[in-house]
């Protein structure tokens, strides 16, 4: 199992956290996904190691910025 950290700015709400959960949840492998609005922090865990540009372009997407932790 591979734990990759990220964190991830703008995020103020649980709305927020469930829109960077959907898109995230879209990168190819990602099995977990723990998101914090309150901490900013963002772990995806998968089964292999995870492209974290995709995560972060993933979170991108959503509306937020992200950079690797």
Same mark, same amino acid.
């Given at each position: 199992?591979?734990?990759?950290?990220?964190?991830?700015?703008?995020?103020?709400?649980?709305?927020?956290?469930?829109? $960077?959960?959907?898109?995230?949840?879209?990168? =190819?492998?990602?099995?977990?996904?723990? *998101?914090?609005?309150?901490?900013? !922090?963002? @772990? $995806?865990?998968?089964?292999?190691?995870?492209? =974290?540009?995709?995560?972060?372009?993933? *979170?991108?997407?959503?509306?937020? !910025?992200? @950079?690797?932790?």
């Amino acid at each position: 199992m591979s734990t990759t950290e990220f964190q991830v700015t703008g995020m103020t709400c649980g709305h927020c956290e469930m829109s $960077v959960r959907e898109e995230v949840e879209k990168v =190819a492998g990602v099995e977990g996904i723990d *998101v914090s609005a309150q901490t900013g !922090r963002l @772990v $995806v865990t998968s089964a292999a190691p995870i492209d =974290a540009d995709a995560v972060i372009s993933a *979170v991108d997407e959503a509306g937020y !910025r992200a @950079v690797s932790a």
